[in-house]
C-alpha cells in the first residue's frame, strides 16, 4: 500500500494529492494519507461519499487520521 504524509498540509492539497495518486493506483489496490487536520477528513469524506471507491477512516491518535482509500474495479 502506497502512504501519502500530509502532515501540515491544509484542504485542498491532500484532496489534491490523492487525487493524482489515484490516477496510476490499479483497481483493488488502495492509497493512505496520514493527515493532522480534520477539515482534510471532512473534505476527502465528503468528496468521495458518493464514489465508487471504498474510504475508511481511522483518528490513531488524537488529532491524527489515517485516511484509506481503495479504488474500485
Do not use: A, R
Amino acid at each position: 500500500m502506497d502512504k501519502i504524509d500530509c502532515f501540515g498540509d491544509i484542504c485542498p492539497i491532500p484532496l489534491l494529492k490523492l487525487q493524482n495518486s489515484l490516477k496510476t493506483l490499479k483497481s483493488g489496490h488502495s492509497i493512505m494519507l496520514v493527515v493532522d487536520h480534520s477539515c482534510v477528513v471532512e473534505s476527502i469524506s465528503d468528496y468521495y461519499n458518493s464514489s465508487k471507491h471504498q474510504v475508511s477512516i481511522d483518528e490513531i491518535i488524537n488529532g491524527v487520521w489515517e485516511i484509506t482509500v481503495t479504488k474500485s474495479v
